[in-house]
């Protein structure tokens, strides 16, 4: 296990190094006038060269992208136009806007995106693993049909439909829940979960359509194999199968489809944030690309990255403790 967490460990940093050089060659070389956009258009072109000149726009681009390497591990100092401050590792840039530290920035909106993502998949595995583990054990059922027929709809239905559905009946009509606010864990816990129930559910019927269909498959493959069979002769009972073996053999596809969708959902946040008004990284992502803020850009892009990798990483690890035929190499 040493061994394989070294190796995973060892991948997950050159992964995430091809990401840097591959993002902040794209970003930073793409075509535009950087300066004159941060300074704004009633700029002279002695206050663009000026904003060129703080900003270091005119370095060579490996010159930056060193620069860019170094504040990860030591900080950098950044010049604030009438001084220098130091931003301390593992430093992402400044903001050209705000001129507010990026980390410190991705720091504060965080937890936004990370309850949004934590509260859907709890609840898009529940949903999910149960509907499907009822759809198999109901096979060729009135019941396992319905069943099927719910999760292809929601598979099938963008998360903006059913979040203004949710909206419109369960906030507007109804009045069940408030339109949602964040509200942060520490201030609230009560109404941390009550705002964000609905962002919540709105995210997990889209993905417990996915899991429903994968748990069923699985479960149903499982339960077709010989030792399965083996069971019945000895007179076990279906609830004991079904939740000692098939449900196990089910898990581990489960566990991987998990850690690419948590990891996702930090980069795939922009349109719920937005459509809730929550104030998370996708939206500050949607601000940052408006304004051609790339300091921003680059190290939200860099988070999503590591979330990513991380959450595949554990996933690696997961899969192995409940697949015992998995062999860690």
């Known amino acids: 296990m040493t061994g394989f967490l070294a190796r995973r460990l060892a991948g997950a940093a050159l992964t995430l190094f091809a990401l840097s050089v591959i993002v902040y060659a794209v970003f930073y070389a793409a075509p535009g006038d950087v300066a004159q956009i941060t300074?704004?258009?009633?700029?002279?072109?002695?206050?663009?060269?000026q904003v060129a000149e703080q900003l270091r726009l005119d370095d060579p681009l490996y010159v930056r992208y060193w620069d860019f390497l170094q504040g990860l591990f030591v900080g950098q100092d950044y010049s604030t136009g009438t001084g220098t401050e130091h931003c301390g590792a593992p430093c992402l840039g400044v903001s050209y806007?705000?001129?507010q530290q990026v980390t410190a920035l991705i720091a504060a909106k965080l937890p936004?995106?990370?309850s949004l993502a934590l509260g859907a998949m709890v609840l898009w595995l529940l949903l999910g693993v149960g509907t499907g583990v009822l759809s198999a054990w109901r096979r060729g059922r009135l019941g396992e049909r319905v069943l099927t027929a719910v999760t292809l709809a929601g598979t099938a239905t963008p998360v903006f439909v059913i979040g203004l559905l949710l909206m419109i009946v369960v906030c507007g009509q109804l009045r069940w829940l408030p339109f949602p606010q964040y509200v942060p864990f520490a201030d609230d816990p009560t109404q941390w979960a009550w705002n964000l129930l609905l962002p919540w559910l709105s995210l997990a019927l889209i993905e417990a359509a996915k899991y429903a269909r994968l748990t069923r498959s699985a479960m149903l493959e499982t339960l077709a194999d010989d030792h399965v069979r083996t069971f019945r002769a000895y007179g076990v009972g279906e609830?004991?199968?079904?939740?000692r073996h098939a449900l196990r053999g089910a898990v581990a596809p489960v566990i991987a489809l998990t850690a690419n969708d948590f990891g996702s959902m930090?980069?795939?946040a922009m349109l719920s944030e937005?459509?809730?008004?929550?104030p998370g990284l996708g939206r500050e992502l949607v601000h940052a690309v408006e304004v051609v803020d790339l300091p921003v850009v680059v190290g939200l892009v860099m988070v999503t990255g590591f979330f990513v990798v991380l959450a595949n990483a554990v996933a690696d690890v997961l899969y192995a403790v409940?697949?015992?035929r998995v062999v860690l190499s």
Request: hydrophobic share 30%; glycine share 18%.
């Open 322 to 324: 409940a697949d015992r």
């Open 97 to 99: 806007q705000s001129d």
């Open 39 to 49: 300074c704004g258009p009633r700029c002279s072109p002695a206050q663009v060269h």
């Open 239 to 243: 609830r004991s199968i079904i939740g």
């Open 266 to 268: 930090f980069g795939g």
């Open 112 to 114: 936004v995106t990370g």
């Open 274 to 278: 937005t459509l809730f008004g929550l």
